[in-house]
């Protein structure tokens, strides 16, 4: 049949190509809004799909790395190999320098013991899930985070903390089955309770989906130093105190910068730990013991537990402090002991009185 006037052979596959593109951009648009409603309602079957695909990238990712681990591996054994006088070198000015700091850091730590167990204060242990190799990580404008060998079987559950061995990486977002996402320090959604050393200054540290993190909502006291080493609090829970995180570079401005002491794009193993509980939550029979020693506090609020043990009786030279008594017996001349006295009851006006002071009877 011949075509219409004006059309050519080429109109109809234009038509369907026109046609095929806006109904693709159509259905990417609905599952892209599915896909979004899915994962903000309580449902969270999105959960489902990001552990599937965590647990498919995972080995391919390991898979991929595995030819640089080797090439970086042999230039480094060669770069050894031309630099081998010059590093022994800088090894043996190392080794004085570092006997001189373990002599003096020896004495600080005796020291720093006898202290903690005259005080009584228990310090927090950090609970270690499992060690895991990172085998893939994003840098994008947007998210920070890593991929790492260690799922739902081997322990790792969301929100757990993750460290390496110069500071704090990050913290678990997504889990599958053998596989789990780290969400990086340096993401632009993470928020770590940190303090600074020197001063004691507390401060939340937030990433900036940049090389550096920045200090907010920090507490007042001494002016910050390029060079200070920021923390873990512990504040709040989650992170156990005392982790190292970043040395503050920029201490000026409203909010200070400082650089992550684990870095973030040459990562490869990490610890995954398990959640830091304050003693007041992980011990309530600590709590119960001071407000049974302090009964003040028993009808309100519950008090944290101290970090010193509360004795069960008093400690030695220590008496309790004596009872009021309700009445005590008067002597007499005699030396035998007689009750104070009652009160005379008050008679009623015109009512004659005995000779002993009592009211006489009506008659």
């Known amino acids: ?26 259905v990417l648009v609905l599952t892209g809004v599915m896909l979004m409603v899915l994962n903000r309602s309580a449902v969270r079957v999105g959960d489902g799909l990001t552990s599937a695909a965590l647990d498919g990238v995972a080995p391919v990712l390991s898979a991929m790395r595995a030819p640089f681990e080797w090439v970086k591996a042999a230039s480094g054994e060669v770069q050894s190999y031309f630099f081998v006088h010059s590093r022994n070198q800088a090894l043996e000015a190392d080794a004085v320098r570092l006997k001189e700091i373990e002599s003096h850091n020896r004495t600080l730590m005796a ?12 310090e927090p242990e950090q609970d270690v899930v499992g060690a895991a190799r990172i085998v893939g990580s994003t840098g994008g404008s947007y998210v920070r985070s890593a991929i790492i060998l260690r799922g739902a079987r081997d322990g790792v559950a969301k929100g757990q903390p993750v460290r390496d061995a110069d500071g704090l990486v990050g913290q678990v977002i997504d889990v599958g089955y053998a596989s789990a996402r780290i969400l990086l320090l340096t993401d632009l959604a993470s928020r770590i309770p940190v303090r600074v050393e020197e001063s004691n200054r507390t401060a939340i540290a937030s990433g ?14 001494e002016p910050l130093k390029a060079g200070d080493r920021l923390v873990t609090s512990g504040d709040g829970g989650t992170f156990p105190p005392g982790i190292p995180v970043a040395i503050i570079t920029q201490p000026r401005g409203p909010e200070p910068k400082a650089r992550p002491l684990a870095n973030p794009g040459g990562l490869d193993f990490v610890l995954v730990l398990r959640p830091f509980v304050p003693e007041a939550f992980k011990n309530p029979e600590a709590t119960s013991r001071l407000q049974a020693v302090m009964p003040e506090h028993a009808g309100g609020e519950a008090i944290a537990a101290p970090p010193f043990p509360v004795p069960d009786k008093p400690l030695p030279g220590v008496q309790p402090a004596p009872e009021q008594p309700a009445s005590q017996p008067t002597p007499d001349k005699a030396g035998s002991a007689k009750t104070a006295p009652a009160t005379p009851a008050a008679a009623k006006p015109g009512t004659p009185k005995t000779p002993a002071g009592q009211a006489a009877p009506a008659q």
């Open 1 to 26: 049949m011949p075509l219409p006037q004006g059309t050519t052979t080429a109109y109809q596959p234009a038509r369907w190509r026109w046609f095929l593109s806006r109904a693709l951009v159509i």
């Open 208 to 221: 900036l989906n940049e090389k550096q993190i920045a200090l907010q909502f920090l507490s007042p006291g």
């Open 111 to 122: 020291e720093n013991r006898r202290l903690k167990q005259l005080l009584g204060i228990v």
